[in-house]
Structure formats: structure tokens, C-alpha cells
């Protein structure tokens, strides 16, 4: 078994009423949709998980080691943020509670994980209305130093008075949303649709059952509101990670005419002159690393592709045009991080012929 590994995002969690009322929070789950899709469209390994510290928080690796995180408060809010709306307080029972603003950095202010976060953003469904450094400038993303300097201070002066902290974290930012409020499910499941053509053009993908698979996982870890000790355990039971994006989407997609792929690979072995056991056992690895490359979405298995496609373009650029000498080539260069996920030189051949074909 392997070692646990302490969850660097282990804290008493700002709020749990939130994770448990779904309704008021539909847009924000279909937002967290939207940004995973984004994300898996870049080819990058990461895990989003709802309802954590923050509203949305995605992290940048499944190794917790490895991991950076960026932290976002969804807002819905009908009229656009001014100074005085994002520092506003309201009492409650003869308590103040803290602003929009105060909350979203008292989230990951202070806490053990706070160097690991690397991004905090406010995201509104609406334009900001900010004074800017720059006048007649529209941002879809405003930093702090993108704001005028009476803005910064007004800003800095009532959090320093709400939190005691002065100056404001540079990590913070004034984000608009890319989804729209209105027909956000429609929106989410032309995305779908859209990346899975940029990944894979020309296969045939059912789009709705996709976005029903990962929205009904990702909601039903979202409601969850136990806090979990160790990396694995939130990954497993809180997190939609890209590893599961990348099963659901292969599910429900006809990534290449497997006819066509069988033909190409009978081609490539006749060429090479393989006998018959020969070609079976170069078969059996071709098919082996194609499953994996389909249902892994590490960033190993995503470096491994690029390399191996990055050296095939190179050597046939050079002009070569025999494939057991491309072979021959780009195994010899290729990197001992690659070589040594294979096991012998024909698991290596079948890889290369794998990309060589699904290029």
C-alpha cells in the first residue's frame, strides 16, 4: 500500500452551509465545469474541487507535493462591483460579517497553505466598476496594479480596517466571467463539444451524456463537507480530477476509426517486414500504450506524447522517410524520464508507432 501523504490543503473549512444547499449554487458548479473544460482542453493535469476554503478551487497537479492552487469566489450579483460593494459589511445578530472582499482574502490569508496559493480571484458575471490606472480601458482581468491609486487605497484601507491587513495580497485579482448567467448548461455543453473536436478532430462524441457523467460527479463530491486528513482521501472523494475528465470523455467518444487505426498499424508492420510473433508482440504493446494514452491524463503521460511527436515531426522534416529508420531515430533520442516508463525496446517501438499514427 502507499504512503499517505498529508493534505496540504487541510484546514477547518471557511463555511459548510454553502456545500449542502445546491439550488443557490447552480451557476457556481456549472462555472467550475467550465473552467475544468478549459483546463483539459490545455492538456494539463489538475483537480477542481467545489466547495473548499473557496467556492472553486483548482490545483495545478494531483501530486500534492507538486501542487499550486488558485482560489475563486463565483459572484452572481446583479449590479457591478464599486469600492463600496466589495467593502460593504452587513451585521448579523449584532455581529459584522465580513465583506465580499474580506472573505475572499480571509480564505487564504494566514493559513498553512498560503504560499501554495498562487492566485485568488473574485469572479463576477458582471463588468467591474473600478476606477483604472488607464482611462477608456476595458480588463476582463484586473490586477492591483491595474488600479487607479485612490481605487488601491480606498480598497487597502478597508481591509486593513476589516482584517488588519495592509498592503492587500498582490495574488489578487477582479476577474469577469467567461460564462454568461443566462443558458450557462447550453453553453457548458457546446464547450464540451468544441474541446473534444480541438482534441480530437473529426471523432464523434456525445456532448450531453459527457456533461451529465462529469456534472453529476462533480456535484455530488461538491455536498460533501467532511475534511479529510490526507492528499488521496480528498482527491478520491472531493476532487473531479483530469484523469476522470479524460475517462468520461473517451467513454462517450469514437476518438478515430479503430478500422482505420488497424489498417495504418498493418501497413507500418508490413514495411518493417515483421514476422508473426514479432508483429504480435509489438501489437500487444501498440495496444497496451494506446490505452493508456486514451485513459491517462497525467502530466508523464502528456510530456511522454509531446517528445515522442515533437522528435517524429523533426526526423521527418529531415526527410526521412523509412519507418524503421524513424524508429531506429527517434528512439535514440528520446529521454531517459520517457525510456524508462518501457519496458523493452519493441514496448518503445509501439509507442513511437502509436503516436506516429495518432498524430
Known amino acids: 500500500m502507499s504512503k499517505s501523504v498529508i493534505n496540504p490543503l487541510f484546514d477547518n473549512q471557511r463555511e459548510k452551509a454553502g456545500a449542502s444547499t445546491f439550488d443557490k449554487y447552480l451557476y457556481q458548479y456549472h462555472w467550475a465545469l467550465f473552467r475544468i473544460i478549459k483546463e483539459h482542453d490545455n492538456q494539463k493535469e489538475y483537480a477542481v474541487i467545489v466547495e473548499l476554503h473557496e467556492d472553486v478551487v483548482l490545483s495545478s497537479s494531483l501530486d500534492a507535493e507538486k501542487a499550486i492552487f488558485e482560489f475563486n469566489q463565483i459572484k452572481t450579483n446583479k449590479a457591478s462591483f464599486t469600492v463600496g460593494n466589495l467593502t460593504k459589511r452587513k451585521k448579523v445578530k449584532s455581529k459584522q460579517e465580513n465583506s465580499v472582499l474580506g472573505k475572499l482574502i480571509s480564505s487564504s490569508h494566514g493559513k498553512v497553505f498560503s504560499d501554495k496559493v498562487l492566485d485568488i480571484n473574485l469572479v463576477s458575471v458582471n463588468e467591474y466598476s473600478l476606477k483604472l490606472k488607464e482611462d477608456n480601458v476595458k480588463l476582463n482581468s484586473i490586477s492591483l496594479s491595474d488600479l487607479h491609486k485612490d481605487t488601491l487605497r480606498d480598497l487597502t484601507d478597508a481591509i486593513k480596517a476589516e482584517l488588519g491587513i495592509d498592503p492587500l495580497p498582490d495574488k489578487l485579482k477582479f476577474v469577469v466571467s467567461e460564462l454568461s448567467d443566462k443558458q450557462f448548461q447550453d453553453i457548458v455543453i457546446a464547450e464540451i463539444a468544441k474541446v473534444i473536436n480541438n482534441l480530437f478532430p473529426g471523432s464523434n462524441c456525445n456532448a450531453i451524456s459527457i456533461y451529465t457523467t462529469l456534472f453529476d460527479e462533480i456535484t455530488r463530491k461538491g455536498v460533501i463537507t467532511e475534511d479529510f486528513p490526507t492528499w488521496e482521501e ?90 524503421e529508420e524513424l524508429l531506429e531515430l527517434v528512439a535514440s533520442k528520446l529521454s531517459n524520464i520517457v525510456t524508462d516508463q518501457f519496458s523493452t525496446n519493441i514496448d518503445i517501438k509501439a509507442a513511437i508507432i502509436c503516436e506516429f499514427i495518432m498524430g
Open 234 to 323: 480528498l482527491i478520491k472523494n472531493k476532487a473531479l480530477t483530469s484523469n476522470t475528465v479524460t475517462h468520461v470523455i473517451n467513454q462517450f467518444t469514437a476518438v478515430k476509426d479503430e478500422v482505420l487505426i488497424q489498417a495504418k498499424f498493418t501497413e507500418i508492420a508490413t514495411e518493417m517486414g515483421l514476422n508473426t510473433i514479432t508483429r504480435k508482440n509489438i501489437e500487444r504493446s501498440f495496444v497496451r500504450y494506446r490505452q493508456s494514452r486514451l485513459g491517462n491524463r497525467s502530466t508523464l503521460q502528456i510530456d511522454t506524447c509531446k517528445e515522442i511527436k515533437s522528435l517524429i515531426q523533426r526526423y521527418e522534416d529531415d526527410g526521412v522517410e523509412k519507418i
